[in-house]
């Protein structure tokens, strides 16, 4: 297929990380379409050691970004003008998937968390909404608002919304610097 055919490249090139939303609330349909693709990800062992909790209700909403956004991570209050926010909550998987932890030295648990938060991404991208990884946030604040307990784990954050802005394109590597074939 030519690169100009692909609706996912459109898809994935037309994404941006959005820091203003409008203040119009974000339809449980659509959030439930951005769950089922999260969902529907690939996970190492099919572990899917995550749970996504949307936070939509707004007090209860302000009352987590307070706590979230708070001191040092002030920087990302900016999420808090969002409607939503979903919080993904690690959970232990299973014992092959911790076994793989240790040998191979490399964090399924985050890499499944990764892909799955994207797939909740691009399906709200791709019904108009604008979203932001938040990786710079309380993690206790966080889970003390969500009320969780001992072993559970807030990893990242997502804001979800209606754009308030429309920013160009961030810079991304050259072809040549990404990839190559058959050697480094
Ligand atoms: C794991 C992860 C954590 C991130 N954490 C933050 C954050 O804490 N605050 C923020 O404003 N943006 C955050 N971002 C967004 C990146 O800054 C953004 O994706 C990058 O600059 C490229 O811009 P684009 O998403 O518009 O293409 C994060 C992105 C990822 C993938």
Redesign the pocket.
Known sequence: MPMHESRFLRLAAE???I?KYTSTPVERAKLDLCLEAARLAPSACNAQPYKFVVIDEPALKEKFCAAAFSGVYA??K?AASAPAMVAVVSSKGKMSAWLGNQVQDTNFRLMDI?IAAEHFVLAAAEQGLGT??????SAKGAAKALGLGAGKKVE?LLSVGYPAEA?A??PRKKKEEFCSYNKL
């Open positions: 994404r941006r990380s820091r920087a990302c900016f990764g932001c990884w938040l990786g710079w946030f990242v920013p394109p961030r």
